[in-house]
């Protein structure tokens, strides 16, 4: 029988797996609402220039500019900010299951994530993901956005791991589609216990009762 080949590196997305999405529709239409904004205009701006925005092309600003004070408004930019920001939440057994796995197994950690500058390092500070995470592969950084399959081959030459040693969690069909189709084994994140028993049965066993040493 054919050995299964051992994985040595993990890809990760950020948004509705480690961490709550940081700005989707929901929080959009959130935004909406308490700031009593038109919906459907403020979405359909968002839209027009959210490929911009999540590659770095365009500032926070820039983007405020365009989608929501484009005309005078009762609240401040300082108030908008600060709402955007605080609709991020950890999943915290995520985010400690990815950590036990990386001491366990020695596992490279790299995330793979669509987000854009600035909502993508408060994130990472607030939440310490970089206490963990070995590189990020995000939007913001290099230009380019899922479902483009070249930010899955940049991560593949930065994490310095052939697709057959990478598993990818997503939550995004579309998303595990394009990896798997690049030779990245991929599991589809609907929830904490369905994606502990797919990593166990590719050799990545949680243990919740093994006790390791962090830095």
Same mark, same amino acid.
């Not at 029988?1 to 940081?22: R, Y």
């Not at 929501?68 to 991020?88: L, P």
């Given at each position: 029988?054919?050995? +299964?080949? +051992?994985?040595?590196?993990?890809?990760?997305?950020?948004?509705?797996?480690? =961490?709550?999405?940081?700005?989707?529709?929901?929080?959009?239409?959130?935004?909406? +609402?308490?700031?009593?904004?038109?919906?459907?205009?403020? !979405?359909?701006?968002h839209h027009l220039i959210?490929?911009?925005?999540?590659?770095?092309?365009?500032?926070? !600003? *820039?983007?405020?500019? =365009?989608?929501?004070?484009?005309?005078?408004?009762?609240?401040?930019?300082?108030?908008?900010?600060?709402?955007?920001?605080?609709?991020?939440?950890?999943?915290? *057994?995520?985010?400690? /299951?990815?950590?036990?796995?990386?001491?366990?197994?020695? =596992?490279?950690?790299?995330?793979?994530?669509? !987000?854009?500058?600035?909502?993508?390092?408060?994130?990472?500070?607030?939440?310490? /993901?970089?206490?963990?995470?070995?590189?990020?592969?995000?939007?913001?950084?290099?230009?380019?956005?899922?479902?483009?399959?070249?930010?899955?081959?940049?991560?593949?030459?930065?994490?310095? +791991?052939?697709?057959?040693?990478?598993?990818?969690?997503?939550?995004?069909?579309?998303?595990?589609?394009?990896?798997?189709?690049?030779?990245?084994?991929?599991?589809?994140?609907?929830?904490?216990n369905s994606t502990c028993?797919? =990593?166990?049965?590719?050799?990545?066993?949680?243990?919740?009762?093994?006790?390791? !040493?962090?830095?």
């Amino acid at each position: 029988m054919k050995k +299964a080949t +051992a994985i040595t590196c993990l890809f990760l997305d950020i948004g509705g797996v480690l =961490l709550t999405d940081g700005w989707d529709h929901h929080a959009r239409k959130r935004a909406a +609402a308490r700031f009593r904004l038109e919906s459907a205009e403020m !979405e359909g701006r968002h839209h027009l220039i959210s490929d911009s925005y999540e590659q770095g092309k365009l500032t926070l !600003e *820039e983007y405020l500019d =365009l989608v929501v004070f484009y005309e005078k408004r009762t609240f401040t930019r300082s108030q908008f900010r600060r709402f955007m920001f605080e609709q991020s939440k950890p999943y915290p *057994e995520m985010i400690a /299951l990815i950590r036990r796995l990386k001491v366990r197994y020695g =596992l490279k950690i790299v995330v793979v994530s669509n !987000e854009a500058r600035e909502l993508n390092a408060y994130r990472i500070r607030t939440f310490k /993901l970089d206490g963990f995470v070995d590189a990020f592969i995000s939007s913001c950084f290099v230009h380019v956005r899922k479902p483009d399959a070249d930010i899955f081959r940049l991560a593949l030459d930065i994490a310095q +791991a052939p697709a057959r040693q990478v598993v990818y969690i997503e939550n995004t069909p579309m998303f595990v589609q394009v990896a798997e189709g690049l030779g990245i084994r991929s599991i589809l994140h609907t929830e904490y216990n369905s994606t502990c028993a797919k =990593l166990a049965s590719l050799g990545l066993r949680n243990d919740e009762d093994v006790r390791h !040493e962090t830095s």
